[in-house]
Structure formats: structure tokens, C-alpha cells
């Protein structure tokens, strides 16, 4: 139908991926709609900045203030917008938080889901809409390394079992009630927009600081820890893509290259020309500038977790066979993309008067 435009609802618009995919789907032409968590709407300066620093104002998107896990206000927020396609993004996403709140995680990851799946029933929209549900590469937890849609599943934190919980709901609605609701099985992705508690951001951000003259030390916790890492705006795409396929499905989304945390802790330094000289071992470990022999990095335990997940390799084949998804960053732009992005934000935060937007 000519001038028909589509309507999203993304819920958890205010994070990392829902900023990206508005962006994404907003230039696709769709009527972009957002749930915003309570205190993040009455809070604009912290909980919205992301989508102000991607460029996207009210007049651009329809946001609702809201809670996934309040049943009756999602199905009311889906009775009035009428989306064709529903992108479940919300949650509580830090992994080594969920050990802290097991509980507030099960319940906003899984019932959050299980809200979304149970209102498209009541409101007899299986047919009429789409659904992407946020799965995750910690599902995988300690299974060995690649990973694909065929491994077996074995989470190691209350975020990874949560997550299952969902993607088993989103499967279990998929056969018995027949909506189409899909699985991306993501591994991580980052990009100027990240947390700063997620590793990455942690990191270039400190590396931005460190080269405007701070005297901080970054520390870490499991610098052995193994991740596939991406970018964000390659990872919104392969979600839209996964609701315009005829048949809902679970995809892997991955890059196919892993590195540890300490490769990326040395390639961001680079992208400012210091050589990081690791010595020592376990929670002895530093990183010195190779150079002046300054301390850069030490590990501190507070960041271990009580079991981490050692080596997330994801083998996105089926995405890009079916899909024809691939990823256009790989370690190198994302790194160089992120450590850049931090130090703009430095300089604008000290002055530096260029119109500042984010390239990520
Ligand atoms: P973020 O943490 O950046 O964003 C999650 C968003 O969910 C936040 O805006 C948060 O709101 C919102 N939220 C939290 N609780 C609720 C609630 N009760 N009701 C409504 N909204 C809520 O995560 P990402 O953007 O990185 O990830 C998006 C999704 O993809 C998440 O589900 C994550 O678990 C999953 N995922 C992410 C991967 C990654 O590497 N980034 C990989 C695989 C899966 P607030 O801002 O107010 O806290
Ligand atoms: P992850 O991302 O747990 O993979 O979950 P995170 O960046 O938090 O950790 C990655 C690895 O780095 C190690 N690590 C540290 N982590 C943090 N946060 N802070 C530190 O100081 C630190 N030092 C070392 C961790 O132990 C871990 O091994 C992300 C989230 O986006 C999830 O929502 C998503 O589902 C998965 O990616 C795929």
C-alpha cells in the first residue's frame, strides 16, 4: 500500500540500541514509538541523553512513560499506538549487576516479555504485528566456544537465565499461538553510546581522560575475559531484518572475531600512541606505558563477578545467509570509534566549541 507508514514500539528506547534503531527506523520512514522507564522520562538530562546525542527529539518520536513489568499499562500502551512491529529492548542489561539483584532482573527480563506476549493475545493482534525479543549471547554462558543457533544453552548469571526464560517464551507463544516473534541472539555490541559500566565505554572513556591529562588508573576486573565484539549500528539493522522476514526465527548476530578484554585495553591506548607493558599475574597484574613506565591499568576484584562467562565467539552464518547481514565494523573501527568519541566528548565538555554529534 503506497504512503502506508509503519509504527514501531520500541521499549527501552532510552538505551544503547533503542537510540540506534530510532535513528535507523525513523529513516526508514516509520512513525517511531518508546517506552521510557518512569524515572528516566522525569529525569531527561540522564536518562534521554543518548537519543538527544544521536539527534532525535520529541518532534521525532512519540515516547510513553512506562514499566515493562506493569502488565496492564503495556497492554494499554499497545491497544493505543497499534504497532506493526515491537522491538522488546528493555531490561536489566548489566550481567554482573544481575548477582547483586537477581530478583529485580528475573522479574523486569522475563516478565517484562511475557507482558509483551501475553498483551498481543488479549488484544488479538497475533496477526497483525512483529516481534523482536532482545536474546543474548550470555545464554550461551559456559558452553564452549563458537557458538551458533544449534548450541546448547548454559547461562551463568541471573541476567543469562533470565534472558532464556524470555527466549523460551518468545518460542513457546511463536508455536502455540502462532505470532511472529523472533530471537536475535546477540553478541556484544558497543558504540559511543555504550554505559559507562559496560568494559568498553569504562575503557575509553579512562583512555580519553588519561590523554586530557587525568592522573586515574583504570581498574578492571577479569582481564582474560573473551568477547565478540561489534557495533551497535550493525546490530539495529540485523533486528529490523529479522521482522521483515516472511517466518519468525532466532538469529545469531556476531562479528566472528573475539578478543580479550586486555587486547582492547591495548588497542584503545594505540589509538592515543602508548604501548601498554603488562607484568605480573591475577590481581597482581598492571599495565605500564611501555615508554615513562606509568601505571595505566590495575585490577581490582571488586569487578570480579562470582562467575563470569570466559569466551563468547559468536558464528553468525545463518544471519547472513538468510539475512544477508553482515557487519561493517569490526574490532579496529569500534575501538578507534569509541576511544574518538570520548575524546570529542572530553573537549566539548572543556569548551571546545565544534557542534559536536555522534559519528558511532
Ligand atoms: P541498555 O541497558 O543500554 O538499555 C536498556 C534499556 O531498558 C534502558 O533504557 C532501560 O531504561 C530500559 N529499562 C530497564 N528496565 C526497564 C523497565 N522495567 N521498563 C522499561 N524499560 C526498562 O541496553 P542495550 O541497549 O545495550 O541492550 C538492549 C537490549 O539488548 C537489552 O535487552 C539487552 O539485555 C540486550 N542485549 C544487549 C547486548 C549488547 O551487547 N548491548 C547483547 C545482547 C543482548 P533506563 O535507561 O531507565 O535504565
Ligand atoms: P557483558 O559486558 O557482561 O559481556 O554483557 P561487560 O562489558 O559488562 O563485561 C564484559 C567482560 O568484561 C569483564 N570485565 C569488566 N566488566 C565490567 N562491566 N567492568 C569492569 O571493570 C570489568 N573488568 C573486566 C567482565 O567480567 C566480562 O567478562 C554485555 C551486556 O550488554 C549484556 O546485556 C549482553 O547481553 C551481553 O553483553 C552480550
Not at 514501531?8 to 520512514?29: C, N, P, S, V, W
Not at 512513525?31 to 518532534?59: C, E, K
Not at 532466532?250 to 588497542?267: C, I, P
Amino acid at each position: 500500500m503506497s504512503g502506508f507508514k509503519k509504527t514501531a514500539l520500541i521499549t527501552g528506547i532510552a538505551g544503547q540500541d533503542g537510540g540506534y534503531l530510532a535513528e535507523f527506523l525513523i529513516k526508514k520512514g516509520y512513525n517511531v514509538h518508546g517506552l521510557v522507564r518512569w524515572d528516566s522520562y522525569m529525569n531527561p538530562a540522564d536518562g534521554m541523553a543518548r537519543l538527544a546525542m544521536l539527534g532525535l527529539t520529541d518532534a521525532a518520536l512519540t515516547l510513553h512513560q512506562g514499566d515493562v513489568t506493569d502488565a496492564q499499562s503495556v497492554t494499554q500502551l499497545l491497544k493505543e499506538v497499534r504497532p506493526q512491529e515491537i522491538y522488546n529492548l528493555a531490561a536489566m542489561s548489566q550481567v554482573g549487576v544481575s548477582f547483586k539483584t537477581p530478583a529485580a532482573t528475573l522479574d523486569i527480563n522475563t516478565k517484562g516479555t511475557l507482558a509483551i506476549l501475553d498483551s498481543i493475545r488479549l488484544l488479538d493482534m497475533e496477526r497483525s504485528v512483529r516481534m523482536y525479543q532482545a536474546s543474548s549471547s550470555e545464554m550461551f554462558g559456559s558452553a564452549p566456544a563458537p557458538q551458533d543457533e544449534n548450541t546448547p544453552f548454559m547461562p551463568c548469571s541471573p541476567y543469562g537465565v533470565a534472558k532464556l526464560a524470555s527466549y523460551w517464551l518468545a518460542r513457546t507463544y511463536r508455536d502455540a499461538y502462532g505470532i511472529h516473534v523472533s530471537n536475535g541472539i546477540l553478541f556484544n555490541h558497543e558504540s559511543p553510546a555504550r554505559g559507562e559500566d559496560f568494559v568498553t565505554r569504562k575503557i575509553t572513556k579512562a583512555v580519553a581522560s588519561i590523554e586530557a591529562g587525568s592522573r586515574e588508573v583504570l581498574r578492571l576486573g577479569n582481564l582474560d575475559s573473551i568477547r565478540d565484539w561489534g557495533h551497535a549500528r550493525d546490530y539495529v539493522e540485523g533486528m529490523w531484518l529479522m521482522l521483515q522476514q516472511e517466518r519468525p526465527d532466532d538469529y545469531v548476530l556476531a562479528t566472528g572475531q573475539a578478543y580479550s578484554v586486555r587486547e582492547f585495553v591495548e588497542r584503545a591506548f594505540e589509538q592515543i600512541g602508548i604501548q601498554v607493558a603488562w607484568s605480573g599475574t591475577g590481581v597482581e597484574e598492571t599495565g605500564r606505558d611501555k615508554r615513562t613506565g606509568r601505571l595505566l591499568v590495575s585490577v581490582d576484584p571488586a569487578f570480579f563477578r562470582p562467575k563470569d562467562v570466559n569466551h563468547l565467539l559468536g558464528n553468525a552464518r545463518k544471519a547472513q545467509d538468510a539475512l544477508n547481514w553482515l557487519p561493517k565494523y569490526y574490532f579496529d573501527d569500534l575501538v578507534a570509534d569509541m576511544v574518538n568519541a570520548d575524546r570529542m566528548l572530553l573537549w566539548r565538555e572543556a569548551g571546545g566549541d565544534a557542534v559536536w554529534k555522534m559519528t558511532g
